[in-house]
């Protein structure tokens, strides 16, 4: 089978070069990605493929997301490190320092309180329809038929719910 | 980033594990602008974000419940699902409760067996009593244990019980104008002069206005009541048991709690007196406050609630008062 994705890869290694510039805006790392794919093709270990093409599309697409996760993990960790370094004087000190973790975890228990409150004031349809969807776990189909609704409403509440949670998240 | 933009994002990101998403038709999107992509790039990061989030997000939030809440008969004789004027005979039982109630409390002259525990200002401690159980005092409030098993107390301000269930005993509590008795169980009280919430985290608990001789009212896990101790209304709605009492770790969970509550819930904490106005004070608050230091209590509700922050006037200790209407 992996030889199989193997060709696949190979006969559409244009489409999806041209889908990662467009995905990441830079086409060296378009080309990054798209080794990447490669290397994880190769482990195999996936099991029959219903849609080959598709499911590459998403390795590329969960890769790109694997990269912005950690550059952004990046930037919040140096710019909490130059907070607490311009506060404390502590210029010199090695970044990788406990402090820095326990900072990360601050942080992160602040912003899971900060996006539970914004949870909690949603809009009642959208709270329903995100908390069962992206806290329970339940997928779209099965939140409309818990909620009596179509699925177009569940996507319409989801949608409401994703931009009242992104405008409150970025209030700092 | 334009509305139109963010929304389109939301609907690509959202479509993107359907089995015949199209991948050609998201490119073309991608190309169209750079702004589709750090619009698209901004949601999949929060997206990941919330994922990251959620065992806590479960573990604060109420499950959601799609019918209406429903009580067993033995729990609730007198229900409408959400809502009712709590006991019956109405206002004047309980308003006779509460005169019978208050001075049965402070009139108690110190028998021998009486013992006073109080906390300050952002103190908690923890009280042991005989029988096993534990009471965890939250922050400026008081404790009375009295009676020769320890099995009657009275309770000023917040704290998480724990009580095991001992046969033929019965323990009771008075908070808020209420007595809890038939424990046996784990539960969470905050009270004031106006209101209390009481949210059971197992078993169940029995309630009933203090001295009143109505049929009390059950109360199980994952229910929390709030209860306007002025007009007798209760109200039971869900909450996340794991949520319950996690004050002890620095963390105020609210679940359509009156902003009355909340302001004098934080007073405890922030140092200063913290008063919601009668424009804003019946106003419902659901959210999470980390307590940290104490001092941005305040600023994090006024925000979620769209409230400014007033000085009351006239006095020396800081006191805020909150105020519909923010900016």
Do not use: C
Not at chain 1, 140 to 162: D, T, W
Not at chain 2, 271 to 291: H, K, Q
Request: overall charge negative.
């Amino acid at each position: 089978m992996e030889g199989g994705l193997e060709t696949v890869y190979h006969a559409l290694r244009g489409e999806l070069l041209r889908f990662l510039i467009a995905r990441t805006g830079n086409a060296a790392e378009a080309e990054d990605v798209l080794h990447d794919m490669w290397l994880r093709i190769g482990e195999g270990g996936s099991g029959p493929i219903a849609n080959p093409r598709a499911y590459l599309y998403r390795i590329a697409q969960n890769l790109v997301l694997d990269r912005l996760r950690e550059t952004k993990r990046r930037e919040v960790r140096d710019r909490a490190w130059m907070e607490l370094a311009s506060g404390a004087d502590m210029r010199h000190a090695d970044p990788v320092d406990p402090h820095a973790d326990a900072l990360e975890q601050m942080t992160a228990r602040e912003e899971a309180a900060r996006l539970a409150s914004a949870i909690a004031n949603l809009p009642p349809g959208a709270r329903r329809a995100f908390q069962l969807h992206k806290v329970e776990g339940l997928p779209h189909g099965e939140v409309a038929a818990r909620l009596g609704i179509s699925k177009s409403g569940v996507e319409k509440h989801m949608a409401v719910a994703m931009k009242y949670l992104r405008r409150a998240l970025s209030e700092d | 980033m334009t509305e139109t933009i963010i929304d389109r994002a939301i609907a690509w990101h959202s479509a993107q594990d359907d089995a015949d998403f199209d991948w050609d038709g998201f490119t073309l999107w991608l190309e169209a602008d750079p702004a589709h992509r750090l619009a698209f790039d901004e949601i999949a990061l929060l997206d990941d974000r919330i994922a990251d989030h959620r065992p806590t997000l479960a573990a604060l939030l109420p499950p959601i419940e799609v019918v209406p809440v429903a009580f067993p008969a033995m729990e609730d004789p007198v229900a409408s699902p959400r809502r009712w004027s709590l006991w019956a005979g109405g206002g004047i039982a309980a308003a006779m409760a509460l005169a019978v109630a208050v001075p049965t409390f402070l009139s108690l002259s110190p028998a021998p067996s009486a013992a006073d525990y109080r906390t300050g200002a952002g103190q908690s401690r923890t009280i042991a009593l005989k029988d096993g159980s534990r009471i965890t005092l939250a922050a400026s409030s008081h404790l009375r244990v009295e009676g020769e098993g320890q099995d009657k107390l009275a309770l000023e301000g917040g704290a998480l019980f724990d009580i095991p269930h001992r046969p033929g005993r019965t323990m009771t509590i008075r908070a808020g104008g209420q007595e809890i008795s038939d424990i046996g169980t784990r539960f969470d009280i905050l009270a004031d002069t106006r209101t209390m919430r009481v949210a059971v985290a197992e078993g169940v608990i029995a309630l009933k206005p203090a001295g009143a001789d109505n049929a009390a009212v059950r109360l199980s896990a994952g229910r929390q009541m709030v209860i306007d101790r002025t007009t007798h209304q209760g109200e039971i709605s869900a909450v996340a048991p794991a949520a319950i009492g996690s004050w002890r770790q620095g963390r105020l969970v609210y679940e359509g709690v009156p902003l009355s509550l909340v302001a004098s819930d934080i007073s405890r904490y922030a140092g200063v007196p913290v008063r919601a106005g009668a424009d804003v004070a019946g106003r419902r608050f659901s959210g999470v406050l980390i307590v940290g230091d104490g001092s941005g209590l305040v600023g994090e509700v006024a925000q979620l609630m769209d409230l400014r922050i007033v000085r009351e006037a006239g006095r020396q200790d800081g006191a805020v008062l909150l105020r519909a209407g923010g900016g």
